[in-house]
Structure formats: structure tokens, C-alpha cells
């Protein structure tokens, strides 16, 4: 790569192609939350996060989750976490249980109604992700894109401090 422009001004910021790159991707994540997010709670009467949180516990199946795992996996604290379980579990979404290999500890698991919220709002998720995520890309890209997309993910992910 050529040598970087100097930054010397606030336009010089404004319109330097890393600031703008950034705040494409952004704009967009911003924008497409919103869509997306607003679709699954007009349709499912869930919030995205509860979505999102239905999948992590989907993924793990077996005898759920500590809450410990999903706040990493969400980047909430524990209180955050708390808040966002209580209300899951009042809705039936997810139940707290024992774990089995620590008795102090509780896991979180799926409830019936929760599998069945999941199955729905991934439907209507998948819609919406191919009509607005997918479709406006070249299809020759979009492979490449969400693959570069994954590895800033993981890459972003390490480099955040690890919570207790």
C-alpha cells in the first residue's frame, strides 16, 4: 500500500477512505439492526438480542448455558445478562436449571415455547437478512463478503478484553 494521507484537518478526517469505511459498515450494521430488528419483534414479539440469545442457547443444545457464556458471547455485563434472562425467562423463553457440574451454578436452557420462537423468528429473520443483506451485493461477492465480514468479527472479538 501507497503511503497514508496525513490527517490535518477535520475534513481531512471527514474524508479520509478508513473514517469513511468505517462508518459504511456502521451505517449499515445500524440500519439493517434497525430493519431486521424491528421485523422480528413485529412479527415474533421478541427483541433481536432475545433472538440472538435464543441462537446461543440453540447452538450449545445439551443442558444450556451459564449465564457467564452468553454475556461474553452478547458483550453484556452480569447485571446486563441478569436483566436480559429475567425477562426471557418471564416471557417462557428460557428456564434456569441446575448445572449438574457445579452445584452453586445455574445453566439456561431453551424452554419449549423458546425452540418454538427461535424456529419463527429465524423464518422471518432469513427473509429479511437475504432481501436486505444479500440481494443488494453482487451475488459473485457475497460469498467473499461474509467470509471477510467473519474474519473481522473473530478478529475484533480477540481483541476485546476478556470478562470475568
Do not use: W
Request: hydrophobic share 45%.
Amino acid at each position: 500500500m501507497g503511503e497514508e494521507p496525513v490527517i490535518a484537518s477535520a475534513k481531512d478526517a471527514a474524508d479520509d477512505g478508513r473514517v469513511l469505511a468505517f462508518g459504511h459498515l456502521l451505517g449499515s450494521a445500524g440500519r439493517l439492526e434497525h430493519i431486521l430488528g424491528r421485523a422480528i419483534e413485529e412479527e415474533c414479539g421478541i427483541s433481536h438480542l432475545m433472538f440472538e440469545v435464543l441462537l446461543i442457547l440453540g447452538r450449545a443444545g445439551g443442558p444450556g448455558l451459564p449465564m457467564r457464556v452468553i454475556g461474553r458471547e452478547q458483550v453484556l455485563t452480569t447485571g446486563g445478562v441478569t436483566r436480559l434472562v429475567d425477562r426471557m425467562e418471564a416471557a417462557g423463553l428460557v428456564e434456569r436449571a441446575a448445572d449438574p457440574e457445579d452445584r452453586r451454578g445455574r445453566l439456561v436452557r431453551l424452554t419449549a415455547l423458546g425452540e418454538r420462537t427461535a424456529v419463527r423468528a429465524a423464518r422471518v429473520h432469513v427473509d429479511n437478512v437475504q432481501r436486505y443483506f444479500l440481494d443488494p451485493l453482487p451475488e459473485a461477492d457475497r460469498e467473499r463478503f461474509v467470509r471477510d465480514l467473519r474474519l473481522l468479527s473473530l478478529a475484533a472479538r480477540d481483541a476485546l478484553p476478556r470478562l470475568p
